[in-house]
């Protein structure tokens, strides 16, 4: 009886056994709150640390074999610990420091790069008993600490002393705020529908998942999100081409190394909200009574999320500035705002329905709003008249007509 | 509640110590041989010309300003989303005039060409 309770819910059986030790040895309940707090936030947060190596391998191997090569295959089974002899090599690297850096922000950096993506696991529900905190303000809370990346980034540019930093941290910051704006959007539809900000409750809610209510919503936010992780096809922030690598050009050893861990963390924490909101979390055929089902469909959609992801960077090119924006802005932020009126007044008006209609509906409604306005903005395309780039004088030094002075 | 915030809270703190205690450690264990030009800002192997902090681009500026506009009015909705449930079509309503009102923004910027990247 015991090990079955342990096998179904592992996080749940541990968290109550720890307890009760600590209350046998007479600890105050307030107290032992706090340690468990404590212990809890550090294995969590060194779990998601040690995951990235996990990811970083599989994301090279994914893209080795998009690219038709074969990837990290000498160390351990199918190169499976490559990324920690990466780490433990990144470990012994020195840190070499340009000269004129502004030592606080060159510095905090790398830390905060991570320690922003980090935090959002802390209101991340994994199963219906392993989860931190359930705040009431769940969601907002997690697009605050998302826009805490921005500032990390605006740090290292800042504080790199190097002209290609300061244009990549410009580009980071330019890009990353405008693809806020039709993510924060898109966001209210999941929210609007489960009539709370709470993930948990969200989750709970999710008696249909929220991408067959409104699919447009959930494109929108999957776009959104890869483009404020930064990563193919909206790389621009370190277009090796143009900017060298980007606001981190200056940093080396492990501090370049917390950058990369903080990337493909947000990649991941993206793949994790996703699901959250739009492919219903832990829900699943016998998620409530078998918690550690409800943990295993969480990490298999992830996964999947995730795995789309990798491939879009291993297949798109990289999009050019102004294309960029007008990605954001001439596309998706009506898109979304379109999206929003729609999903709210029909589901207020269609309230009597049952919900598989609605459902039907909403969906039929949803690819209409992405035809029309798509139209819209195809026919606005056409007739905008295109500077010529091509026919533009440019100041370029030409040899002097008339012979040599 | 409060002890929700309270998890989190303890979160940030390790969030913050994690990282910074792998840093140094790294620094513990790396060699430290700087030299002026191992030290030199990386600028493709030129010399550098001039400050680092450069001017940027009144672009960026712009898209910051309407990126404002757009995020606060957005966070006014999130009451409005909570909300939706128990409302009244009329309450429906109001909120798709604001967002009206909000595309109606969009297609001023639009048109004053603030959305243009040149």
């Not at chain 1, 840190?95 to 606080?104: A, E, F, S």
């Not at chain 1, 008993?129 to 800042?158: K, R």
């Not at chain 1, 300061?166 to 980071?172: I, K, P, V």
Request: hydrophobic letters at 55%; proline letters at 4%; a neutral charge.
């Amino acid at each position: 009886m015991s090990l079955w309770d342990f096998l179904r819910d592992p996080i749940g059986f541990l968290t109550t056994w720890f307890y009760g030790v600590l209350a046998g040895w007479g600890v105050a309940p307030g107290v032992a709150q706090a340690i468990g707090f404590a212990l809890g936030s550090f294995i969590l947060a060194t779990g998601a640390m040690l995951f990235v190596m996990l990811l970083i391998w599989f994301e090279r191997k994914v893209i080795a074999r998009i690219q038709d090569r074969i990837g990290p295959n000498r160390i351990g089974p199918w190169g499976l610990f490559q990324s920690v002899a990466d780490m433990l090599k990144i470990f012994t690297k020195e840190y070499i420091t340009p000269i004129g850096v502004d030592w606080l922000p060159y510095n905090l950096a790398p830390v905060l790069s991570v320690a922003s993506v980090l935090v959002v696991w802390a209101v991340i529900p994994f199963s219906i008993t392993f989860y931190g905190a359930d705040l009431n303000v769940g969601l907002l809370f997690v697009i605050a600490i998302a826009s805490m990346g921005e500032l990390a980034i605006v740090m290292a540019g800042w504080g790199s002393n190097n002209k290609y930093a300061l244009l990549g941290a410009f580009r980071a910051v330019g890009q990353m705020i405008s693809y806020a704006t039709p993510m924060v959007v898109a966001l209210l539809v999941p929210v609007m529908m489960a009539g709370s900000l709470s993930l948990n409750e969200i989750v709970q809610r999710q008696t249909v998942w929220y991408i067959l209510v409104s699919p447009v919503a959930a494109l929108i936010f999957f776009i959104a999100s890869i483009a404020e992780v930064g990563r193919s096809p909206f790389d621009l922030v370190e277009a090796e081409s143009e900017l060298v690598s980007g606001f981190n050009v200056e940093y080396s050893g492990l501090k370049f190394g917390m950058f990369y861990v903080g990337e493909f963390l947000h990649a991941f924490t993206a793949a994790l909200l996703f699901t959250t909101l739009f492919l219903g979390g832990w829900r699943g055929p016998g998620a409530e009574q078998i918690p550690i089902l409800g943990f295993i469909y969480y990490v298999v959609k992830t996964g999947i999320v995730y795995f789309l992801t990798v491939l879009i960077r291993g297949s798109l090119p990289r999009f050019r500035m102004d294309q960029m924006m007008d990605l954001n802005w001439k596309l998706l932020t009506p898109l979304s705002l379109a999206v929003l009126l729609v999903t709210a007044l029909t589901n207020k008006l269609l309230e009597g329905l049952a919900l598989g209609w609605r459902v039907v509906v909403l969906i039929l409604l949803n690819g209409l709003v992405l035809w029309v306005v798509n139209g819209l903005l195809q026919r606005y395309e056409r007739r905008r008249v295109r500077r010529e780039v091509t026919s533009v004088r440019r100041p370029v030094a030409r040899p002097q007509q008339g012979g040599a002075e | 509640m409060w002890s929700d915030w309270l998890y989190v809270g303890m979160f940030f703190v390790v969030a913050l110590f994690l990282p910074a205690a792998a840093i140094t450690i790294a620094g513990i264990l790396a060699p430290k041989k700087p030299n002026p030009a191992k030290q030199a800002i990386y600028e493709c192997g030129m010399e550098t010309v001039g400050e680092a902090r450069v001017q940027f681009k009144v672009q960026y500026y712009i898209f910051g300003l309407i990126f404002l506009i757009f995020d606060i009015e957005t966070v006014l909705l999130y009451p409005w989303a909570v909300a939706y449930h128990q409302m009244t079509l009329f309450g429906v309503l109001e909120a798709a005039l604001f967002v009206l009102i909000l595309l109606g923004g969009l297609v001023y910027a639009w048109r004053k060409g603030a959305l243009e990247w040149v």
